[in-house]
């Protein structure tokens, strides 16, 4: 499971590093192999380790195709997935196209998402969060009930 937040410097080539703490496990569990891909919602990519990443690419490919929504999501989500690799020094080369589409520059910030990590460029992710976090002390950001009866 990945968690935790981490700000990255992508350098000149577009590579970053990906924290140490989750390189043995990212090594172990997909022979240092990913899948980055875009967030249909966000501006934001989305980082998966290869087994990761066969399990749900299987489950949008056999979603029915004739469904307009589920052909954008399969047409976005898998037609933007790049196959990357750890190379030795722990880093990953981010598609220039893909670092384009989420605005990222210099700064990213790495979301542990738990079977996945979301990487933001850091101005957007900062003005995210101030975001989301004015819905919620305006009451606007009401939870789903599914949410309502966990208590952290």
């Known amino acids: ?21 989750y390189r043995a496990c990212i090594e172990s569990q997909a022979a240092s192999k990913m899948v980055v891909t875009i967030d249909t919602e966000d501006k934001c990519l989305l980082l998966y380790d290869v087994s990761e990443w066969e399990k749900i690419e299987k489950k949008i490919s056999a979603l029915p195709s004739f469904n307009k929504a589920t052909r ?39 979301i542990g998402q738990g079977n996945k ?19 919620e002390a305006s009451g606007d950001g009401s939870l789903p009930d599914e949410l309502s009866s966990i208590s952290v």
């Open 117 to 135: 990590f979301e990487i933001w460029s850091s101005d957007v992710w900062q003005q995210s969060c101030d975001g989301w976090l004015q819905e």
């Open 72 to 110: 954008r999501i399969q047409r976005l989500l898998i037609g933007h997935a790049t196959d990357v690799e750890l190379d030795s020094q722990g880093r990953i080369l981010l598609p220039s196209q893909l670092r384009h589409y989420a605005g990222m520059d210099k700064k990213v910030t790495l």
């Open 1 to 21: 499971m990945y968690k935790g937040i981490n700000n990255i410097n992508v350098d000149a080539k577009g590579r970053m590093a990906i924290p140490a703490r």
